[in-house]
């Protein structure tokens, strides 16, 4: 037996995974150990865990891969430096002290971390390092279900590329095309993130919330900052932008282009503005990404596409080249951010590196991205006595009956089943679910749960057998990650009057038999379930069809605004008691809120920093 400890680190999204023998047998974020969102620290708690799962102690694992090379990112850093200086010598200082501390040196420090976890542990020899988008581009193609794809990444940056095509055929995968710093599609929409108000590296996926409420008038002016190739390749226009060399992403020429100065978010209210910008940097994107998809289709001839990086977890981009049928096939790395580069990084070394042979499972290697801890029923019910719950405990049966029950007569539940998953998204095992055919689902589960801007969607799990009846969409989406239009037959038309409202004013107007899921363009972020990788979930959405006829519900991340996804009973019951949540089920109890000590009610959501 063969095992690989994956580490990714000091970025964002730090993340731990582990092999054996090649199968993927755990992995988590350290964010959801600590409580801190996109925890960037060293991954102690998440290696711990991984580690304990797999019954090893560090000193017995056989090797240990980092998913990037500090010294090509150093290169990186000095050469833009030397490129653009003296304008950059603000943030080269900041970032030196950094570097000469952690970072440059970065095997001698992962050494003496991983020491304080085992002091068997005496070998450096067996630490390696893996390229960025090597591991963003393995954790797509290796656990894929394809024997041949092509497979493309795009994020903010890794060492020195940004954007990535590479060939994976069995064990082998070769990166063919590169385009380098400071030329980045993350980047362009990180700075968009940034100019609209919200968190760079956290609040991306608020600007593809908002860009449905705009128009994109804007199109043009955003291509001023970018040169766009017939075949996708592009050229961003560094005069516009100041993450090469300062400490923001956008300056003063990028505010003169637009006409105002970056929304200050503590005190500016979104406008139909920022509406409109959104849209804008939205319909570039989905632009680039489909000029990307066409040409590497035609020029590698090849039927499969994976994706990874950041810019993959923009599902409204995944679903536009879906929809445009350039690939017979996709499939997309659900932690396909910075954490699943900790995958990627092992199973590059297993694969390539050590030429294991590949075979093929036809569903995926992924086991639902339900990869994380979870707790036996006598260890919830031990912690919930320790912090004083009320709650009874109900057989399988009933706990499903009970809870499908709540949940059609319009009753907010907190979800705590099974393991944990790994990456961003909650896929019905640390969820928070709702009745989807409530108009007034989603400005409550927003304002009253989840405590952040009304506008933002929530998604619907739908049971996979159903899918086509419901959306215009063929293909099993288990991660979450395609958008696709709501089924013709479940529209609701709107009237003349209503198809004149502006921005959020489109909020509230019903669109479907499912309002609660259904963006204000038709379109919905689709999870399908089926009874082979969550079997609670099936039978608890088989149930609410049975009693409602609607094969949908609600799903969204167990957590608050600013908050990470939820991991012990502990942290969901902090989370149930601090919201106007109604009901916690949790493994076989449920907990009513009406029946809890008031002395544990809190006002939970100053407990995080806001996103």
Same mark, same amino acid.
């Given at each position: 037996m063969t095992s690989i400890l994956g580490i990714s680190a000091f970025y964002h999204d730090s993340a731990a995974c582990l092999l054996k023998d090649g199968k993927i047998i755990a992995a988590a974020q350290e964010e959801r150990f600590t409580r801190k969102k996109h925890d960037s620290s060293y991954p102690k708690n998440a290696i711990e865990f991984v580690l304990n799962y797999a019954n090893l102690k560090l000193s017995e694992v056989d090797q240990i891969v980092f998913f990037e090379k500090p010294f090509l990112k150093f290169e990186r850093l000095l050469e833009t430096y030397v490129a653009f200086a003296p304008k950059g010598f603000i943030s080269f200082a900041k970032a030196m002290p950094l570097w000469i501390k952690e970072k440059l040196f970065q095997k001698n420090f992962l050494f003496k971390k991983l020491k304080e976890h085992d002091e068997k542990y005496i070998s450096e020899e067996n630490i390696f390092f893996s390229d960025h988008h090597l591991s963003h581009a393995a954790s797509a193609f290796f656990p894929s279900p394809f024997e041949e794809a092509v497979v493309l990444t795009a994020d903010g940056v890794g060492e020195w590329a940004t954007t990535t095509v590479a060939i994976g055929k069995g064990n082998e995968l070769d990166i063919k095309k590169e385009i380098h710093f400071p030329h980045s599609l993350g980047l362009l929409y990180s700075a968009f993130t940034y100019y609209t108000g919200f968190k760079v590296n956290s609040g991306e996926y608020k600007l593809m919330g908002l860009a449905p409420y705009g128009n994109p008038i804007y199109e043009n002016k955003v291509k001023q900052l970018i040169d766009i190739k017939d075949d996708g390749t592009f050229r961003l226009n560094q005069k516009y932008f100041n993450y090469a060399t300062g400490l923001t992403m956008t300056n003063h020429k990028f505010h003169k282009l637009f006409g105002k100065k970056p929304r200050n978010a503590q005190i500016e209210k979104i406008t139909q503005f920022h509406m409109d910008i959104a849209a804008s940097i939205q319909k570039i994107t989905e632009e680039i990404m489909i000029k990307l998809a066409r040409s590497i289709r035609k020029e590698f001839n090849m039927k499969n596409l994976c994706l990874a990086g950041g810019v993959a977890l923009n599902c409204v981009a995944n679903g536009k080249i879906l929809k445009e049928k350039i690939f017979d096939n996709i499939w997309i790395q659900p932690a396909a951010g910075d954490a699943g580069g900790s995958l990627g990084a092992a199973l590059a070394l297993w694969y390539i590196e050590q030429g294991n042979k590949r075979s093929i499972n036809l569903e995926d290697d992924m086991k639902g991205s339900y990869l994380g801890p979870e707790f036996t029923q006598e260890q919830i019910e031990n912690e919930l006595k320790s912090i004083g719950a009320n709650f009874e405990v109900f057989s399988y049966e009933n706990l499903i009956n009970k809870t499908s029950e709540y949940l059609s007569n319009e009753k907010i539940i907190g979800w705590f089943q099974g393991k944990m998953e790994f990456g961003p998204r909650a896929l019905g095992n640390r969820s928070i679910l709702g009745d989807p055919r409530s108009a007034n689902m989603?400005?409550?589960?927003?304002?009253?749960?989840?405590?952040?801007?009304?506008?933002?969607?929530?998604?619907?799990?739908?049971?996979?057998?159903?899918?086509?009846?419901?959306?215009?969409?063929?293909?099993?989406?288990?991660?979450?990650?395609?958008?696709?239009?709501?089924?013709? %037959?479940? =529209?609701?038309?709107?009237?003349?009057?209503?198809?004149?409202? !502006?921005? /959020?004013?489109?909020?509230? *107007?019903? &669109? @479907?038999?499912?309002?609660?899921?259904?963006?204000?363009?038709?379109?919905?972020?689709?999870?399908?379930?089926?009874?082979?990788?969550?079997?609670?979930?099936?039978?608890?959405?088989?149930?609410? %069809?049975? =009693?409602?006829?609607?094969?949908?519900?609600?799903?969204?991340? !167990?957590? /608050?605004?600013?908050?990470? *996804?939820? &991991? @012990?009973?502990?942290?969901?019951?902090?989370?149930?008691?601090?919201?106007?949540?109604?009901?916690?089920?949790?493994?076989?109890?449920?907990?009513?809120?009406?029946?809890?000590?008031?002395?544990?009610?809190?006002?939970?959501?100053?407990?995080?920093?806001?996103?």
């Open positions: 989603q400005k409550n589960l927003n304002l009253k749960i989840k405590y952040r801007e009304s506008f933002r969607p929530f998604a619907p799990s739908i049971l996979l057998e159903d899918l086509s009846d419901w959306f215009d969409i063929k293909t099993d989406s288990p991660y979450m990650l395609l958008v696709s239009e709501i089924n013709s %037959k479940k =529209k609701v038309s709107m009237t003349d009057k209503q198809k004149k409202l !502006f921005g /959020i004013e489109k909020l509230n *107007i019903k &669109r @479907s038999e499912i309002p609660a899921v259904t963006h204000v363009d038709y379109s919905a972020r689709i999870q399908t379930v089926n009874k082979r990788t969550n079997k609670k979930y099936f039978d608890l959405i088989s149930k609410f %069809k049975e =009693k409602t006829g609607c094969p949908v519900i609600v799903n969204t991340s !167990f957590n /608050i605004r600013g908050e990470p *996804i939820v &991991r @012990s009973p502990t942290d969901a019951f902090s989370c149930f008691m601090g919201t106007e949540l109604d009901y916690l089920i949790i493994g076989d109890c449920i907990l009513d809120k009406q029946k809890q000590d008031k002395n544990l009610l809190n006002n939970y959501n100053k407990n995080f920093e806001l996103d």
